[in-house]
């Protein structure tokens, strides 16, 4: 359960993080330690109006994620373009935009938000669902061998590996999918 109220935590902060991050500058802000700046497609530049954030970790120094559809791409190479990587992987509305931000009127930004919020709260409930289920198999399968061991009973090993699905849950249309992708 504490795991679940960390993800949630985190996911909170980056739901409130990432609404800033409707502003290029921000985005951009983003790419202090990005390992192309110079004679490459993949600036943070570009990178930044493509509406990624750099998104660095100790094993993976290449990571960005659009602020919008939160789809994270690594191995970046010198030549990739960010804007054509990002396309050709996954359907993005901020991508879709045929106007300047500023230029939105309020109800067009009304549901640009609320696109990017339904992307949002699919994939953080997706990411809860799969550490759920996986918690409900561990304690499975904890409370299988303690019974084994406290009743010296023994059940054949196809059962204390056997482990009964979850009910399935069905995504809607507009949660698909998405992991992170190898350029």
Not at 15 to 33: C, G
Not at 67 to 85: A, M, Q, V
Not at 89 to 105: E, I, N, V
Request: hydrophobic share 35%; net charge negative; aromatic share 10%.
């Amino acid at each position: 359960m504490e795991m679940f109220l960390k993800e949630l935590g985190l996911a909170s902060k980056i739901l409130s993080d990432f609404q800033d991050m409707y502003e290029y500058e921000n985005r951009l802000k983003t790419f202090t330690n990005w390992p192309f700046t110079e004679n490459c497609k993949c600036t943070p530049e570009n990178m930044a109006k493509a509406g990624f954030v750099h998104c660095p970790n100790a094993n993976r120094p290449d990571v960005a994620k659009c602020f919008f559809c939160l789809i994270e791409l690594e191995s970046w190479e010198p030549n990739d373009d960010p804007w054509e990587e990002h396309t050709k992987r996954h359907s993005c509305g901020f991508l879709s935009l045929t106007k300047h931000l500023d230029d939105l009127t309020m109800e067009e930004y009304y549901m640009l938000e609320m696109t990017r919020l339904r992307t949002f709260l699919c994939e953080t409930g997706r990411s809860i669902i799969n550490a759920f289920e996986e918690e409900v198999t561990a304690t499975r399968q904890r409370l299988v061998e303690n019974f084994v061991s406290k009743h010296q009973y023994s059940l054949p090993p196809a059962v204390l590996l056997h482990s009964v699905p979850l009910a399935q849950h069905s995504e809607s249309s507009h949660c698909q999918s998405k992991t992170i992708q190898e350029k």
